[in-house]
């Protein structure tokens, strides 16, 4: 697996590089954005994927959360990848919540979108290889995170693999996709309409059958837009509550789903999986 | 003078709002962005002015930068207008260095920009007191900086009117429009050919006459791609040294001319104006 250089900007003493390789998940060339703060410079550092939301692509998070002061400060590499397979030959739908830049963290089994749409394998599987073979990765330091779509999937895949993910954490995350509109139309599309396939990538029925191996960090503006219909932070609350799992949930007066929510708060957020991935032997 | 609120997000504690309002300097409607920090309820606060670079809005710096985070940290008013008037009836040119996006900050006497092309009375002269009615700022406790052609626009209204704004810095400015080609293109274009009539707008030409009181702070990038041809930054050392103006001119090693720039150093920026305006009396 080789990386393409898009471009490549010098960023508080680190370097904000876009790249792109062809992907064996999702049979397309993939884009993502990845920060390597100075401290790679003296030998293999921590690694923290973050997953963008619905409509975005890498190129969001990396140019608006203002994540590399703090990745700088803590010597974090941080990795923001696309949210779903591109291009001509890929599926796509009208809505802004299905099909192109809306792949939910998934492996699709449904037409049409079987072929491509198999981002749950891509960022579980395919990036933390990838990335290793690229980068000065610390082993066994790797964390995930992310926003809405992207916290629920970075969720559902650290709950589902933490022998890989050492911390996870989430802004805003889609947490009972299952239960909300949100989640129903994108789960019924690229999965069918048997509820009993959707369980692998639902956060709050994952955690009836297992925990992860230390707290959930998680931040959520109580003006939300979505939070009431397509957010439903309590499930998660009481999800975690029903199997001892650690959670920290702050609630956030007065801001919204932006990412100026994102940007107050992504600095927590990187000092959480700076902390829990210093940790001699984390996720080995 | 009355603000229409486009939208407003809750970020670092404070609000991030976007504004419309009719301006009496360029007959148009104008759009800016504002940061009011949460010292803000206490009282009045100082504020920055910040100009941006060819091809912007008041968007880019406002989601890009991530100067939200440092100015609530020092408790300042941030400030980004758009970079020229807008819409149907404004003139526009094709090139990306001229018209819409590309004001200079200069008041056009020449057809067909002179009836809206007024961006020099706009910032220097409506935009103070429209902020002064509208957000609580403290009376004389407002700086400008900005970045590219919004730093040869920060430089030349501190420099013509000191007794406004009580400090100045800029980040990869045009320091002397008259002698580059951008500078050469836009001033030829709105003021027309007689260099004459171009020394109110160059910073290096305004020092032969004047000076600023106080250290103008500058950042520049030594990997920008511009700073040869377009930016010449030797040209504002030597037009500060012929009169005695304290410069603090940093060049950042690896650093290009992008807002990854920008967002590494603009909390120097804001650091800088918070120390200068918070001196009792400045500018008064």
Request: hydrophobic share 40%.
């Amino acid at each position: 697996m080789t990386l393409t250089t898009i471009r490549e900007h010098r960023c508080f003493g680190g370097v904000q590089g876009t790249y792109t390789h062809p992907s064996r998940a999702t049979g397309t060339d993939m884009r993502l954005s990845v920060f390597v703060p100075p401290q790679a410079a003296e030998g293999p550092v921590p690694a923290l994927i973050y997953l963008s939301g619905l409509t975005c692509s890498d190129e969001n998070f990396t140019t608006k959360a203002g994540a590399q002061r703090y990745a700088a400060e803590h010597g974090l590499i941080v990795v923001a990848p696309d949210t779903s397979p591109r291009g001509e030959g890929v599926a796509d739908d009208a809505a802004y919540d299905l099909g192109q830049g809306a792949g939910f963290y998934v492996d699709a089994i449904r037409e049409p979108w079987a072929p491509h749409y198999k981002m749950y394998s891509y960022v579980a599987d395919e990036l933390p290889e990838l990335l290793a073979g690229a980068f000065p990765l610390r082993a066994g330091a790797l964390g995930i995170t992310g926003h809405s779509m992207g916290g629920h999937g970075a969720l559902v895949i650290a709950l589902r693999n933490p022998e890989r993910f050492a911390s996870v954490s989430a802004l805003a995350p889609i947490v009972a996709p299952s239960h909300v509109p949100w989640g129903q139309k994108a789960l019924a599309a690229y999965l069918g309409d048997d509820p009993e396939l959707w369980r692998d990538y639902d956060t709050c029925e994952l955690l009836a059958g297992r925990s992860f191996p230390g707290t959930i960090l998680v931040d959520q503006g109580e003006a939300d837009a979505f939070l009431a219909e397509q957010l439903q932070p309590q499930r998660l609350v009481d999800a975690c509550a029903a199997v001892g799992q650690p959670l920290d949930l702050r609630m956030r007066s007065g801001y919204d789903h932006s990412y100026y929510f994102v940007a107050t708060f992504v600095g927590h957020h990187v000092a959480h999986h700076a902390a829990a991935l210093a940790r001699p032997g984390a996720a080995e």
